[in-house]
C-alpha cells in the first residue's frame, strides 16, 4: 500500500485508579491520508472536510486495532506531545474518528478509519 503521511492519534481511556479520563497518543509512521478541511467538495458541503486514512499492518509493526474508538481524536503528522484535553491542541487540525474498518483479509491489511 502506498502511504503519503504520517498520523497520530490521541485514544481516550479510564484511568480507573485516578478515577480520571485520560489521552494516550499513539504515533503512525506509514499511512495514506486523504482528504482534509476543505479539501474537496465532489462529495457535498457536508462531506467536504472529512478524512480517509488507511494504516497498513505491514508498515506499523505496533498497530493495535484495540488503539481506536469512535470520538478519538487523529491529527495529520507526528506529534509528540502529551495532552490532557482537547485545547491542548490546534483545533484546526484535528478530526474525530467517525468509523472504524479492520480490514484484516486479502493482500493488503490495513486499519481503515474515516473522521470528521
Do not use: C
Amino acid at each position: 500500500m502506498l502511504v503519503n503521511s504520517s498520523l497520530t492519534v490521541y485514544h481516550l481511556t479510564f484511568d480507573s485508579k485516578k478515577r480520571i479520563e485520560k489521552w494516550i497518543r499513539y504515533n503512525y509512521e506509514n499511512v495514506w491520508w486523504s482528504g482534509g478541511k476543505g479539501a474537496s467538495t465532489n462529495e457535498g458541503y457536508e462531506n467536504a472536510n472529512d478524512v480517509k486514512i488507511r494504516i497498513p499492518y505491514d508498515q506499523n509493526e505496533d498497530l493495535d486495532i484495540s488503539n481506536f474508538k469512535i470520538g478519538d481524536i487523529v491529527v495529520k503528522g507526528s506529534i509528540y506531545k502529551d495532552i490532557e484535553s482537547t485545547q491542548d491542541l490546534d483545533i484546526n487540525s484535528i478530526y474525530n474518528i467517525t468509523s472504524i474498518i479492520n480490514n484484516n483479509f486479502g493482500n493488503s491489511k490495513h486499519i481503515h478509519l474515516e473522521g470528521k
